[in-house]
């Protein structure tokens, strides 16, 4: 098996691509689907509260989710190993939407205001060609001088601890479960060899599930009394189904709700990327660069939100996929989306995945959320990011406070529309600015070239050619 580092060269899997069978890629595909799947059917079926039931569709959301990951991986030429599930950044902006009652939405019903929260969807995504095209026109060496190691790194320790919370609230439905899940993928991941150490994902979800099939069957319910596993909704379901389409229309007062939350969402974008880069240790970040997985970003978001569906987003849960997988072929996200859109036309086969525990699915996110944070430490670690010097102790310390602080971001308004900024927006923010501001900037470019690759920040081939010389 093999991993090297490299500088905009296709992505080198753990197992080479020739080497790989069908199957195990099959099998590899699975695995990101299974990741992916929870949080993104999570987002339509809460905004269906939202809209009272005539909301957004769990098909139509899949079927997006899968064509916005193959559009971006296809204008990122297929080297970024990244899934695209639906966005929770937008929840807010939803809900907003849905209690609009002023102008032309004071006689309207929920479900005639939801194509004016897609149509805002669309524009927030079109929103990201203006970033990408200052990082094309200004360059992406300058512009990433001001987010050096110190800045990324408790940014990508924000994201996996962010999402820290939602793993614990689904093991709390039922912990021994949770546990167990969690166990299984701890014990492949260390001890297994060969395909079993690749998916121990995979694994873990499987034989969790078989063992919450055996517990309810001896009689164990969830903490709360409900049953481990409901499978009503599988009956009633059709074998065949057309995802329905609700076509996006337009409104300044919808567009200024949600419009603005792009800005949360392209600094999360970056952070995003540079995690998958140190992840992975490529450099995403000038090749195929900023621009473009910024371009693919915005318009699976503007394309999803124009046939009904909700905005797109580069996902963690699968981010945490590779680094435990250790297996980083886009072709095998690319598997994924596949697998994503045939589940969008076959109703009865996503209630079947549907049915998976929410313990299950927390128990895999305490370790795949875990992962995520530990990257960012190992940039730090890596890129011998001094914390000794107050400067960088105060950047680094400004960015976990305000990142893992604000839990509901920040809300003001802006000609009577409420605009609310994550709090992980919030975080690059912060670090940007005091970054740029404080005297005595210490990090150089190249001084620490294995620790510039993983953070998909070097730009100095010579460096990158003696590394892969070495391996």
Not at 44 to 51: E, K
Not at 60 to 73: D, Q
Not at 368 to 376: K, V
């Amino acid at each position: 098996m093999e991993n090297k580092v490299n500088s905009g060269a296709s992505v080198k899997p753990t197992i080479g691509i020739s080497k790989m069978s069908s199957s195990q890629k099959t099998i590899l595909g699975l695995q990101h689907m299974f990741a992916m799947f929870g949080a993104t059917v999570l987002v339509p079926i809460l905004v269906n509260g939202y809209f009272h039931g005539e909301g957004l569709s769990v098909q139509t959301t899949l079927v997006c989710a899968g064509v916005g990951t193959l559009l971006f991986h296809a204008i990122t030429k297929g080297n970024v190993p990244a899934f695209l599930g639906s966005s929770f950044a937008f929840l807010g902006g939803f809900a907003a939407i849905a209690e609009l009652s002023q102008g032309r939405f004071s006689n309207m019903s929920y479900g005639e205001k939801l194509p004016y929260a897609c149509g805002g969807i669309v524009v927030a995504g079109l929103l990201y060609f203006i970033l990408a095209a200052l990082f094309k026109a200004v360059g992406v060496k300058k512009v990433m001088r001001f987010l050096p190691p110190v800045v990324t790194g408790p940014m990508i320790i924000c994201i996996g601890l962010n999402l820290a919370p939602s793993a614990i609230a689904n093991c709390s439905v039922n912990w021994p479960l949770a546990l167990i899940a969690a166990g299984i993928v701890v014990v492949c991941n260390i001890w297994g060899k060969g395909m079993i150490k690749i998916i121990p994902i995979l694994i873990g979800v499987v034989a969790s599930y078989l063992i919450a099939l055996a517990m309810q069957a001896m009689g164990f319910t969830n903490a709360d009394g409900s049953a481990i596993i409901d499978a009503a909704a599988i009956g009633s379901s059709s074998w065949f189904g057309l995802p329905p389409i609700m076509f996006a229309k337009f409104d300044i007062s919808a567009i200024l709700v949600m419009a603005p939350i792009a800005i949360a969402t392209m600094m999360e974008h970056i952070g995003d990327i540079s995690a998958i880069s140190a992840t992975v240790g490529e450099n995403f970040v000038e090749k195929p660069g900023l621009h473009r997985t910024l371009i693919g970003d915005g318009l699976a978001t503007a394309l999803a939100g124009f046939v009904g569906g909700p905005a797109n987003t580069t996902y963690g849960e699968n981010t945490g996929v590779l680094a435990l997988s250790k297996v980083y072929d886009p072709a095998v996200i690319r598997l994924a989306a596949c697998y994503a859109i045939v589940l969008g036309f076959i109703p009865k086969l996503s209630s079947v995945f549907g049915t998976m525990p929410t313990a299950i699915i927390g128990g895999i996110s305490l370790v795949l959320y875990g992962m995520i944070s530990a990257i960012g430490i190992r940039n730090l670690v890596e890129n011998h990011v001094d914390l000794t010097i107050p400067r960088n102790l105060v950047v680094l310390a400004a960015i976990m406070v305000v990142g893992l602080g604000f839990t509901s971001g920040v809300t003001f308004t802006v000609g009577g529309t409420p605009i609310t900024l994550t709090s992980l927006a919030l975080a690059a923010i912060v670090g940007i600015v005091l970054n740029a501001l404080f005297p005595g900037k210490d990090y150089d470019f190249g001084a620490h070239p294995e620790g510039d690759v993983n953070n998909g920040v070097s730009f100095n081939d010579e460096i990158i050619k003696k590394m892969h010389d070495q391996e």
